[in-house]
């Protein structure tokens, strides 16, 4: 089916206590393997293109990809730009067809995320398209414990955040820290149900999920995580693949027979993620969210919701 907003589909799993997975989409074979698992998952998905990708496959392939993938299968896809740096960034995202839209301003003075936010909301909520934001710092792995803890989302900042930028979602640091190779994390979680408490309606986002333990990513996703990116759990596992691959069949000079097995491995972790945040068995046959009853309505890009 064409591309969907992620508007919708966040709001659905917020209200129904899953979450939907968010996964990064760097070249043809990870695409696959994603949308390729959440068909036969019944669950809808979010596909992310993250600076990286924009530098390395380009913006237009990127979307290009996402959308042919979307195309041939019944679940719902949503084509998101994961930490959108500024706001031409997003413009530019908008004219390639992403239906939801990311400005990352957590570096940013808190005045001044809440205004170049609230500009990317102004122009994206024109044709429908929403638009995350994200407040407290999701950290890169090699920093301490402390700068960890004083990094966190605080409430009433969130609150105020929502109230004056008019962001759709929130990403909120909860204690997980990006690219962490092991999984023994846990997120705060007191925290996490203080932040859903003054933002009830809000969808919120966890990023740096790949090294939070399984019972605190649960447990979160019932205090209002609505969406969970994972871009190292399946990084691993396409390159592992590759390698396992090259040693097995170390003369053969067809690329096609490695990363099919790179995109079978990353098929298989995006089932198992999609299995974790109970997002597995949400669409019906004919492409709608199956509890409660209602029909899916596609991206109007060009309309005036959200
Ligand atoms: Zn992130």
Redesign the pocket.
């Known amino acids: 089916m064409p591309l969907v907003t992620s508007k919708e589909i966040l709001k659905e799993a917020l209200a129904n206590h899953y979450a939907v997975g968010a996964f990064n989409a760097n070249n043809m074979e990870q695409i696959q393997g994603i949308v390729e698992a959440a068909a036969e998952e019944h669950a809808p998905v979010i596909l992310q293109v993250s600076q990286g990708a924009i530098r390395y496959a380009g913006l237009e392939f990127a979307a290009g990809m996402v959308k042919i993938a979307a195309s041939l299968v019944d679940v719902p896809v949503v084509l998101h730009l994961?930490?959108g740096t500024d706001f031409l960034q997003n413009v530019r995202c908008m004219r390639a067809g992403f239906t939801s839209l990311m400005f990352?301003g957590h570096d940013l003075p808190l005045e001044e995320n809440i205004a170049i936010t609230s500009r990317v909301v102004e122009i994206a909520h024109a044709v429908g398209v929403p638009v995350e934001a994200e407040l407290g710092k999701?950290l890169q792995v090699g920093v301490s414990m402390d700068e960890v803890l004083a990094a966190m989302t605080d409430p009433d900042e969130a609150a105020e955040f929502i109230a004056k930028s008019g962001a759709d979602s929130l990403?909120v640091a909860l204690g997980s820290i990006?690219a962490m190779e092991s999984r023994n994390a846990s997120l705060d979680i007191e925290r996490a149900k203080a932040i859903h408490a003054a933002i009830p309606e809000v969808p919120l986002v966890l990023?740096?999920s790949s090294g939070v333990k399984h019972e605190s990513v649960v447990d979160a996703i019932q205090h209002g995580i609505a969406k969970i990116?994972v871009?190292t759990y399946l990084n691993q596992a396409f390159c592992e693949a590759l390698g396992e691959g090259i040693e097995k069949m170390p003369k053969n000079t067809d690329p096609r027979k490695y990363l099919s097995l790179s995109r079978d491995a990353v098929k298989e972790r995006v089932r198992e993620k999609i299995r974790l945040f109970g997002s597995s068995g949400v669409i019906s046959a004919g492409g709608g969210f199956v509890s409660p009853k209602r029909s899916f309505r596609s991206a109007e890009l060009g309309g005036s919701e959200a």
Request: charged letters at 20%; glycine letters at 10%.
């Open positions: 994961d930490h990352d999701v990403a990006h990023h740096g990116n871009a």
